[in-house]
């Protein structure tokens, strides 16, 4: 891997928007609900969408919005974060990147407007400008559909199965109505906008020296040895741990950290991944961090249950190098999970 930018980080933070700013023509970045895709063609199918341990259909945890300036085939480029929330797993993830240039088959070339469209319904929208049906569970690829209506559109059996039971099995035969009677699957994640803040240029390691500065102030030379001393016996994996609780500190609501080729914050010095542990993109390059999720957005996501829930310390994303083209197709990049109690 190549050798980390000292650049700050871009802060991601949570804020409920209108449903309107979260579609894929205003290029959101969010949490929750159902994906925003960006191309509308060579979406992930249900085989890729699988959590790799269980192999249920996972869930959309969330997407960053992140262009490459200077590169005119990735001028609108976003990552797509996914989840298993099914218990007993509640493990697998996998993060997907799409990119397109400017002038593309689904969008204007012109800026989306900021103004809310004179049509700001909450239908789900489940059909994609290029004709492709969507999961009503969960908006994924949905190659499969009802066998009675041939209108509902489904990811799985699973899911297929899901939605009988919540409500299809009547509103089957509405089918001129069906985007309006999707009913509440509780598969879905709670649905933010990511807004994004460059970090306060505040460093930490400043902030650590006035703290003890303070505390050995007010403690008196007596205890100034013994605390030397306990620095001088403080292991690498508390230093670490202590770093990641100075950093976010400073903005303890970020749900999100982003930065191109910066150095990932670690919650412990364990499970930390070498260079070996990150495989390379397909097209030979070396795969970079790119931005990582913090355990903050756990208190937003509603996941608790009786039982095992979906937890995380740190989920770092690493990306090609290259950004390598893809045409309209998505690429699966890595993901890195380090848990809560590997800093325990």
Not at 9 to 33: C, H, I, N, Y
């Amino acid at each position: 891997m190549a050798s980390p930018s000292a650049r700050p980080a871009e802060l991601g933070f949570v804020e409920a928007a209108p449903s309107w700013r979260l579609r894929s023509e205003q290029f959101p970045s969010k949490v929750g609900g159902r994906p925003a895709w960006l191309s509308a063609a060579g979406l992930p199918g249900p085989p890729e969408l699988a959590c790799p341990l269980c192999g249920r259909p996972m869930a959309f945890l969330l997407q960053v919005y992140a262009p490459l300036p200077g590169r005119a085939d990735a001028f609108h480029r976003c990552l797509f974060l996914f989840c298993c929330r099914t218990p007993p797993c509640c493990c697998g993830l996998r993060v997907f990147r799409n990119q397109l240039p400017r002038r593309n088959d689904f969008y204007s070339y012109e800026p989306p407007s900021e103004d809310p469209p004179s049509e700001t319904g909450e239908s789900v929208y489940l059909q994609l400008k290029s004709g492709a049906h969507l999961c009503r569970v969960c908006g994924c690829s949905g190659p499969k559909r009802c066998s009675r209506c041939h209108k509902a559109h489904y990811c799985s059996k699973e899911h297929q199965s899901l939605d009988w039971r919540l409500g299809h099995k009547q509103a089957c035969v509405q089918t001129d109505n069906l985007d309006n009677t999707v009913p509440d699957h509780n598969f879905l994640f709670p649905e933010f906008e990511i807004v994004i803040e460059t970090e306060d240029e505040i460093m930490p390691e400043v902030v650590e020296r006035d703290d003890e500065s303070e505390i050995i102030g007010s403690m008196g030379e007596a205890l100034e040895e013994e605390l030397e001393s306990m620095a001088k016996h403080e292991s690498k994996e508390d230093k670490i741990f202590q770093k990641f609780k100075t950093k976010i500190s400073l903005e303890p609501e970020q749900i999100l950290r982003y930065g191109r080729g910066i150095a990932p914050l670690w919650i412990s010095g364990k499970n930390i991944p070498q260079e070996k542990d990150i495989p390379d993109c397909p097209c030979g390059a070396k795969r970079l961090f790119e931005f990582q999720v913090m355990p903050q957005l756990l208190n937003y996501l509603k996941a608790d249950r009786m039982g095992r829930s979906i937890d995380w310390g740190v989920l770092a994303v690493f990306t090609c190098a290259e950004s390598c083209a893809l045409g309209t197709d998505y690429a699966e990049e890595f993901v890195w999970k380090q848990d809560v109690t590997d800093a325990a």
